[in-house]
């Protein structure tokens, strides 16, 4: 007997031939949705599902444009990245004679999609790395690709290395136009609808203070935020589905003489207590241009010293208090680290 190779061990179980059969009636949507003229990456970002992220989507990616459609690639292992991908936008929807998506594997986020005819959807790839793969995806929707798809698919992927190309006439002309967006609704919304909207408290402004290194909504210094800490039992909360979008870097500089155990208990229990108020958010920290998998390996003495900077970003759908963490990571990184050390070990602090 041939063994082809195919792996049907998921369809042995009924939840595993559930979830298939979910699956694929999602790629069915996602097929009919598109039809001749729609761009995959505008499909999944109005949808906002995260079953259709990642690996799933790069399923997608080939079953639809390259198997069905006959889309031309172009993959690149990025030799030099550009700052703001977002600011290709404006050249990209000038090519209305090809259709493009964009593949990119982010280290941290895993596989993103989007539209580079978009600027909203550029900015979600976050900040492009050297080496990370990038793969553009040209062709004509219902119609065959040809040589110019091609073209346009080699020159895109130049122009996110910073390689400045001019795009030919065929390009140019066409019917594959930038087209508005509807976003996938927010769960809290759509229960609102339809009940009279309660009055609700005014938030206070964030301070404003002086950042370091990054664009940023700039943390004030540590003297002005500290604040009384509670702690309480995470409640359970129902992470909202929406396009993945990852923050820019933000800094944080150290005010205490150095990181020590005890800045870093304090960090690790703010970002605790962050991630127990958004489930769907991923807090990510660098040091020195790497990622921090660890907080604890920051405490190293003579490494981390005052006036250093660590910087960290957000991660994942409806991002939100990002400015509050900011706050509250800077009065960790100070002498008035101790607020955050109060209270149970087991239980987590309710700062959100």
Known sequence: MVNDGTNLEILSTRSGFNSAVRQIKKTIGVVDAIGNTKNLGDTLFELGDEDLSGERAALLLHMILVDKMGYRTVSSNLKSVIAEPSALAGEFAKWKGVDLIVAYHHPEMGLL???????????????????EL??????????????????????????FEGVKTKAPPAILRGNFAVRKLKKAEEPEKASRRGRKPAKAKAPKAPARGRGRGRPAAPAPEAQRVAAPVV?????????????VKMTPRYAVVVQNELFHNGNVEAWKRIVASYKAKNPQLEVFIYYDGERILDINSLFKWGKVKHGSAIEFAVAGSDI???????????????????????????NVLKLF
Do not use: W
């Not at 040209?138 to 040589?147: E, F, I, L, M, W």
């Not at 110019?148 to 080699?154: I, N, P, S």
């Not at 990002?322 to 101790?338: D, I, N, P």
């Open 134 to 159: 990038l793969v553009v995806y040209a062709g004509k929707g219902g119609s065959p690709a040809d040589d110019a798809c091609t073209t346009a698919a080699e020159i895109a992927a130049g122009l």
């Open 231 to 243: 702690t309480a039992s995470a409640p359970p909360v129902t992470a909202p589905k929406g396009p």
């Open 320 to 346: 939100k208090d990002v400015a509050k963490l900011q706050r509250y990571l800077a009065q960790g990184a100070s002498h008035m680290f101790e607020a955050f050390l109060h209270g149970p070990v087991n």
């Open 113 to 131: 999609v989007a539209n580079p005819k978009n600027a909203e959807e550029l900015a979600g790839l976050g900040q492009l790395r050297k080496r």
